[in-house]
């Protein structure tokens, strides 16, 4: 079974995981945290990074570090992870979700204004499958009616937006270290941010709000979300190897587009938009209205050819989880339904040979001629 990512693991990993070992300092205490910190802020340029316990975590953190509670409102796609909504409805606050652009599976901008009321604090930029949210629109509106602009960029380590990086844009940008991601530390994430007030409160709600002058006196609740320094280790020497990482990807992405982009039937993310050139976090592909099978079908045949795919984001506003509490009755996002019913993502990982990546396009070819 060729698997849906397996990650590359090819500098200084084992050599830093060894100074952890030989010094013995394995905790959130020993040295990697800072320096692998110090290394994303200067990269994405911020001034402040956190290093938290995984990409969900720095966004619980982030939501609380913003004070939202039951008097706010947030803005998000509802075409995302379970993490940005859960984040807001932990804090108490209320979800304001907004559709996907067809073209480049990300927020659609301009469907945002029509979601803001009186109430809403906070707008969330997810970036997703490769591309960047349009970020301009976004800013400029936050500016408008005074938001705050969080921006989830767990999958777009790397990608520019108009030359600049992603996670630089955000009030408080969310960085996801697992697995799957350009860098990875196995679990793991980080905040970043350049206010100071904001980034010493998102530390200490990392840190269990310990006061530094009375350790076991608490005046707020946090998480344990510290990262160990075995995980900075390992974030490190990914680090180190982060441009390479991009180009593999952008590689893979683009040799997937040039075999697959003549399938009839088969939309393939685009190479570049106005604003950025796709990045391929992932190789996404949306099946044609015309084809009698959804994306859990397609999955299943591919499995059965030995090649592991996983599908797109579910809904929001479909969620049990939500839906249950009687939330989003009634509403109805077409883009991001057909997204989560028609859309599916390929083999992508670092570490996929050019041999798996035929073995993949052969048998998404023989899937497709079976129906088109
Ligand atoms: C991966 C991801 C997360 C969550 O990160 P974890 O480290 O898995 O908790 C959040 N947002 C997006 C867009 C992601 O892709």
Same mark, same amino acid.
């Given at each position: 079974m060729i698997p849906v990512n397996e990650p590359l693991l090819e500098g200084n990993e084992r050599t830093y995981l060894n100074e952890c070992i030989e010094s013995g300092w394995i905790s959130s205490d020993g040295v990697f945290v800072e320096r692998f910190e110090r290394a994303m802020a200067a990269y994405v340029g911020r001034k402040h990074a956190i290093a938290v316990a995984n990409g969900s975590a720095a966004l619980d953190v982030t939501a609380a570090a913003l004070n939202l509670g039951p008097d706010d409102e947030v803005i998000i796609p509802?075409?995302?992870?379970?993490s940005c909504a859960s984040a807001i409805v932990r804090a108490g606050a209320r979800l304001r979700l907004v559709d996907s652009n067809a073209d480049t599976w990300n927020m659609d901008v301009a469907k945002i204004e029509a979601a803001i009321?009186?109430?809403? $604090?906070a707008v969330m930029a997810v970036h997703t499958f490769g591309l960047p949210v349009d970020l301009k629109p976004v800013l400029d509106l936050a500016k408008k009616y005074g938001l705050a602009v969080i921006e989830d960029a767990a999958q777009a380590i790397g990608l520019t937006y108009e030359g600049k990086q992603c996670g630089s844009f955000g009030d408080i940008s969310c960085f996801s270290f697992y697995a799957n991601k350009h860098i990875t530390t196995g679990e793991g994430g980080m905040i970043l941010c350049d206010d100071d007030a904001l980034a010493a409160r998102a530390r200490s709600l990392r840190n269990?709000?310990?006061?530094?002058?009375?350790?076991?006196?608490?005046e707020e609740l946090g998480w344990n979300y510290r990262m160990s320094s075995l995980q900075a280790a390992v974030g490190l020497a990914q680090f180190e190897n982060l441009d390479e990482h991009v180009a593999r990807k952008r590689e893979l992405g683009r040799r997937y587009e040039a075999l697959?982009?003549?399938? $009839?039937g088969l939309e393939l993310a685009p190479v570049a938009c106005s604003y950025a050139e796709n990045i391929y976090w992932v190789f996404g592909v949306m099946l044609d209205d015309r084809l009698p099978i959804g994306a859990d079908e397609a999955r299943a045949i591919l499995a059965d050819a030995g090649v592991s795919a996983r599908p797109f984001f579910w809904p929001m506003h479909e969620q049990p989880v939500f839906r249950k509490q009687g939330?989003?009755?009634?509403?109805?996002y077409p883009v991001a339904e057909r997204m989560g019913r028609r859309g599916f993502y390929l083999p992508s990982g670092l570490a996929l040979t050019e041999a798996q990546q035929d073995h993949v396009v052969a048998a998404v070819r023989n899937m497709m001629g079976e129906y088109l």
């Open positions: 509802t075409h995302t992870i379970i009321t009186e109430r809403t $604090r269990l709000c310990f006061k530094p002058e009375r350790r076991f006196v608490h697959l982009h003549d399938v $009839r939330l989003f009755d009634g509403e109805s």
